[in-house]
């Protein structure tokens, strides 16, 4: 017994002195430097996403994107600070409505040597389709009839004219794969991934680290300001937080709270870099289930809202200004968005015009409405409360707050269950299409809330067959009026990207852009 | 007198064994069907906000989520027969990949907590035993109260505020900093036992900074029921007729304390500290949320929150397992360390 206690104190002391006696850890090196830029720099970056797939077949969400875009090429990619389309591992053009010919850039090559090819362009698109994965981005794809190879052509016969299938093939989901690696019929493991892209993922524990270092072939353009590249996954924000001010990662990103960035903003040797972004929050009406007894009271229901929200207030003091008042589904930054909101209810709260519509309409007042909000995965708890002091300040309404688990809420949401609810939206692609497409065609409309106006279907059918700039934009246009007048939803605010940088660490700003494509090359040391 | 005692030993175990059976397949069923009965499902949970109600029908269906419930259960409990977990749906990961991998950083975690609630249980025990009623003994006692009634997470809180944040001398979170991390290659899973097989010694005393506050706060939560249990064995044993014997031979009151009461009082403790392992686990799953250490607890919560119905019953039956395989091995301790022991 006398040995075995000396022995624990003996390990105890040596655990204690072992703790006490380390130096400061990884953030040290990764801290900031001094003086001119170093390309040998080593940048952590930290997030509390998590990765579904490295696989392109087997996500369908940001973070996993995310990934797969450092190490994946496109045909097509989106350059910084744009939402333009661009050549990445191929030139691309229509020919004709429903043919879209890519060209392959010659030179390519994926990090274990081989070249890419047009017949691996042609075979990760048929395996992304025949994997089906229930989690993956098939469902991208539906507008695709066909994909052939033919030297270094590869052609798409599509089922319709459609003009953003130029913008699918900038999604991560069109990343092109290694024949000769990734199966056909099954998803690669993550760790066993080979791409064309600038890094290749060199090590990865899910859930974890993930270590990016510079693909030795890589045949592309873009040049990179480091030679590694760390993601460490953390597992809530407070975790992020704390470990952004100990230094222990370069960059915080997603998810944080608008009072923790602000936290972090005034934290030592920390500084806030801030982009444009085009995560959108919405306040759906189901027409179904609202109040009013007609279409009328119901169309002037929702128009007195629309009248009575006060986006400026909420983006400053629930937001802290991190977000932007919206005033158009389509938000600010992409081609074809207008205020049309603003044009037709005005920028501020007018509670006389929205007490004239009901009036009108003759629908008595307080209107009882229940809006329902989600917090486990929108976090909407402050925007609910907000908006319900809003409505209810105006004396026209009389909101009543009511909340659900995720799990619960999404499927509850879009099955005709709430009579009104807050719902987000995360773009696929940095197009206008993607913000009405899914929204508001009578008989495919993603939220099932029983809006349809065959005028607003024929103008999403015009645009998405149109490949002029000048035509689409007109179309988007007279679509948002449209949709400000039937007010379908309140579009409420535009998300911008932040992130939370260590002195010393440059490019962040430029690479948070309406694309949502983290470019780890862009960021460097100085 | 002696073949007979490892015959009915050697009976015993083999019913234990048998008797695992339907204790997994009852823990999997109830785990199956609370599962079910939750709302959600893993491929609402992760794509739902991007997909309409038809088109997540279609993917729900194809991953078999709309099939009648007895069918999912015997497809569940046909893969597990196999020895397959399944793959998690969250994440594409083999279910096994993630009880190996994470369960390394567990095993860490509770062997060192295990080793802490000795190295505080059995001293203060032993001394509260000894000079019952006294000071000690209420300090002792008030201290196993105190600590084993604070829930885990109150405690870490706590603790990550005063030697994180307040004073700085600890890390609040993660198995090590990320450095240490990408400079050790997975054996083990266990990331000091790691770094000691490839000699990365300059590592350990990262590792080891990491794991004190996790350790330690689990490690003194389970050495509230070994300070009690201590006691009271010594104090029934320092009342035995041998004890007694002992000191009429003149042996030394420390000496009868450590090498008399303290050794006989070990036996029914070493059982009750195998028992500890179900609670050592769920104290685990707190303590890994509360210091985001890798571990399969955190894994579990995580898995949880996005219904991931393969992943969970995997880790669960796992779970399971290491309890069920550390009573076992604690019989056959107490079997060979008290020849009284019957079955």
């Known amino acids: ?526 | 007198m002696a073949p007979r005692n490892t015959g009915s030993l050697r009976r015993y175990l083999v019913t234990r064994l048998l008797l695992v059976i339907p204790m997994v397949f009852i823990l999997l069923t109830v785990v199956f069907v609370l599962m079910r009965v939750a709302p959600g499902d893993p491929i609402q949970a992760s794509v739902g906000a991007h997909l309409s109600p038809a088109q997540l029908a279609v993917r729900e269906h194809q991953a078999g989520f709309d099939q009648p419930l007895v069918v999912q259960y015997f497809h569940y409990l046909g893969q597990v027969l196999s020895g397959n977990f399944g793959t998690a749906i969250t994440d594409h990961q083999a279910v096994t990949q993630i009880i190996i991998r994470n369960g390394g950083a567990t095993l860490e975690l509770t062997l060192s907590a295990m080793f802490i609630a000795v190295a505080v249980g059995v001293p203060l025990g032993l001394l509260a035993g000894r000079m019952r009623d006294s000071w000690v003994d209420v300090s002792s006692r008030l201290f196993g109260i105190v600590i084993y009634a604070a829930p885990v997470f109150f405690l870490g809180l706590l603790a990550q505020e005063l030697f994180g944040r307040k004073l700085g001398w600890l890390p609040t979170s993660s198995q090590a900093s990320v450095l240490t991390q990408l400079d050790i290659k997975s054996h083990t899973h266990v990331l000091i036992l790691d770094a000691m097989i490839d000699g990365k010694w300059g590592d350990l005393p990262d590792l080891f900074k990491h794991l004190v506050l996790p350790a330690t706060v689990l490690g003194l939560t389970i050495s509230g029921v070994v300070i009690r249990l201590v006691r009271v064995n010594v104090i029934q044993t320092l009342r035995g007729d041998y004890i007694e014997a002992a000191r009429a031979r003149g042996i030394g009151e420390r000496g009868v304390v450590v090498r008399h009461a303290l050794r006989n009082a070990l036996v029914p403790i070493v059982t009750i500290t195998g028992l500890q392992a179900a609670l050592l686990m769920s104290g685990a799953v707190l303590t890994e949320q509360t210091f985001n250490w890798p571990g399969i607890g955190n894994r579990l919560v995580f898995y949880l929150e996005a219904r991931d119905y393969t992943a969970v019953q995997g880790i669960v039956t796992a779970f399971t397992l290491a309890v069920v395989v550390v009573s076992l091995l604690i019989d056959i301790v107490n079997a060979w360390i008290d020849p009284r022991v019957r079955y």
């Open chain 1, 1 to 526: 017994m006398r040995k075995a206690g000396l022995g624990a104190v003996s390990v105890a002391l040596v655990l204690g002195l072992a703790a006490c006696g380390s130096s400061s850890s990884g953030g040290g090196a990764a801290g900031p430097g001094g003086g001119s830029a170093n390309p040998k720099a080593t940048i952590v970056l930290g997030t509390t996403d998590t990765i579904v797939s490295a696989d392109p077949a087997g996500a369908y969400d940001l973070p996993s994107w995310n990934f797969q875009y450092n190490i994946y090429q496109k045909l097509l990619a989106v350059p910084p600070g744009t939402s333009d389309v661009a050549p990445e591992a191929g030139k691309c053009d229509f020919k004709g409505k429903t043919t879209y010919v890519c060209t392959v850039v010659p030179g390519q090559k994926f990090s274990n040597g081989d070249p890419l090819t047009a017949e691996d362009v042609v075979y990760s698109f048929n395996r992304v389709l025949a994997i089906n994965s229930p989690n993956g981005p098939a469902s991208l794809f539906a507008p695709m009839k066909s994909v052939s190879a033919s030297g270094d052509t590869v052609t798409f016969t599509l089922k319709a004219p459609d003009a953003t299938w130029p913008n699918v093939l900038t999604t991560a989901a069109a990343s092109i794969v290694d024949k000769a690696v990734f199966p056909a019929k099954k998803l690669l493991a993550d760790d066993k991934v080979v791409g064309s892209g600038p890094y290749q993922l060199s090590s990865y524990t899910p859930n974890q680290l993930a270590e990016f270092t510079p693909n030795p072939h890589y045949g592309g353009t873009d040049q990179l300001n480091n030679s590694k590249f760390v993601v460490k996954f953390e597992q809530d924000a407070s975790t992020l937080v704390s470990d952004a001010q100990s230094g222990q990662v370069d960059i915080a990103y997603r998810t944080l709270s608008p009072t923790q960035l602000s936290a972090l903003g005034n934290s030592d040797g920390l500084s806030l870099a801030k982009g444009v972004g085009i995560e959108i929050r919405y306040l759906v009406f189901n027409q179904k289930l609202q109040p009013g007894g007609t279409a009328e009271q119901k169309l002037a229901i929702r128009q007195a809202a629309a009248q009575v929200v006060d986006r400026s207030s909420i983006a400053s003091s629930v937001y802290r200004d991190t977000v932007s008042p919206l005033y158009s589904i389509i938000p600010q930054g992409l081609n074809g968005a207008t205020d049309a909101l603003k044009t037709a209810y005005g920028a501020g709260p007018d509670v006389t015009k929205a007490k004239a519509a009901l009036a009108a309409a003759g629908v008595s007042t307080p209107v009882s409405l229940t809006i329902w909000y989600n917090v486990n995965h929108y976090n909407d708890a402050d925007l609910a409360t907000e908006l319900m002091r809003q409505l209810n300040a105006s004396g026209l309404f009389k909101v009543k707050l009511q909340t659900a688990e995720w799990a619960t809420y999404d499927k509850a949401a879009l099955t005709d269950t709430y009579p009104a609810f807050l719902f987000g939206w995360f773009p696929d692609y940095p197009d206008a299409d993607d913000y009405t497409g899914p929204f508001f065609p009578c008989k495919t409309a993603f939220l099932n809330d029983h809006y349809c106006n065959p005028e607003v279907d024929r103008l999403i059918t015009a645009e998405q067959a149109s490949t002029s700039d000048t035509e689409r934009n007109q179309t988007f246009a007279q679509m948002q009026t449209l949709l400000a007048k039937d007010v379908p939803l309140i579009p409420i605010w535009q998300g911008g990207q932040v992130a939370a940088v260590r002195d010393g660490v440059t490019g962040v700003e430029s690479t948070l852009d309406p694309d949502y494509d983290f470019r780890f090359w862009l960021i460097g040391k100085s």
